[in-house]
């Protein structure tokens, strides 16, 4: 069993960053790849980003490409760590944003076994 908790949302104004981090704890003896995904009010939730298992490969839905980036860090006492950077927000990257680990990196949510709670983003505009 992994899990995944979700940190670093909050309020900020259009224009400007955020830091999401996704720590896994549990049975992470191997390196999950990791998703992003968000869901705002009365929507379904989207893919936003992902990044594979050796942090080679990332993915990135169209509506953050050049904005967002994914990363994980590779070191041995934090490489459980995924983070989303997120500049230039606007508000409609409103949203819950959940980490989601799995087994292979990709933009389906049916990749990834294992959710976060999610931590809300609020851009105001």
């Known amino acids: 069993q992994v899990q995944l908790v979700e940190s670093g949302g909050g309020l900020v104004q259009t224009g400007g960053s955020l830091r999401l981090s996704c720590a896994a704890s549990?049975?992470?003896?191997?390196?999950?790849?990791v998703g992003w995904f968000r869901q705002a009010p009365g929507k379904e939730r989207e893919f936003v980003s992902a990044i594979s298992r050796n942090g080679g490969t990332a993915y990135y839905a169209d509506s953050v490409k050049g904005r967002f980036a994914i990363s994980r860090d590779s070191r041995d006492n934090v490489k459980n760590m995924v983070y989303l950077q997120m500049n230039s927000l606007k508000p409609e990257d409103t949203a819950v944003y959940y980490c989601?680990?799995?087994?292979?990196?990709?933009?389906?949510?049916?990749?990834?076994?294992?959710w976060g709670q999610g931590t809300q983003v609020t851009v105001s505009s």
């Open positions: 549990g049975r992470t003896s191997s390196n999950y790849a």
């Open positions: 989601a680990a799995g087994d292979s990196a990709g933009t389906g949510s049916g990749l990834y076994h294992y």
